[in-house]
């Protein structure tokens, strides 16, 4: 006998179909404390048209992405490049043909590689500020973390020009109204 008249009904009436068994009215929260959680939302999204990056940020929150275990073949160039999940380009082919790396679609795409910084990246760069803070004078590095917080632009400064590292004359104002805050203060 075929397995499909083993799977037919046998009902004459009132068989309409039922709604969605589970509606998603409130999220599934994943165990934070997991470390394949920790691991899994570590991963940066890369070279997705949005989206695809909404597919797969959908998949991290509610624990539904599967990280790859091994290299994956890609479709353009047939070499094991594919380090990503859910990508069937790799990241040359992609940017090559100037398509999302997982839909295939020439769709923007909104970050790629070089755009994302890693954990070593953004602890080397904090560690080399680190440094440069501790070879300035105080003046000099509230000038500069002054600098930071309105936005300006801090990235010509060297650790080899913090001798010509100059204040302008609203750094130095305020520096001057710092010091005479500190004298009003103290008995």
Known sequence: MPTYESKATNRKGNNAKKGQAHQNT???????????TREINALPVYGLCQRCTDVILWRKKYRKYKPLTSVKKC???????????????CNNCASEKKVCGKCLESKEIITGKEEIKSAADELRDEQELERMLGKMTLRQRR?????????????????????????????????????????????
């Open 26 to 36: 409130t999220a599934w929260k994943p165990n934070k404390n997991s470390k394949k």
């Open 75 to 89: 479709v353009g160039c047939e070499q094991k490049n594919i380090k990503e999940a859910y990508h069937v380009l």
């Open 143 to 187: 000038s500069y973390m002054r600098k930071l917080d309105r936005g300006e632009d801090v990235d010509n400064i060297n650790e080899d020009d913090l001798d010509d590292f100059e204040l302008s004359d609203e750094d130095e104002d305020e520096d001057d109204e710092d010091d005479e805050d500190k004298q009003d203060r103290s008995p």
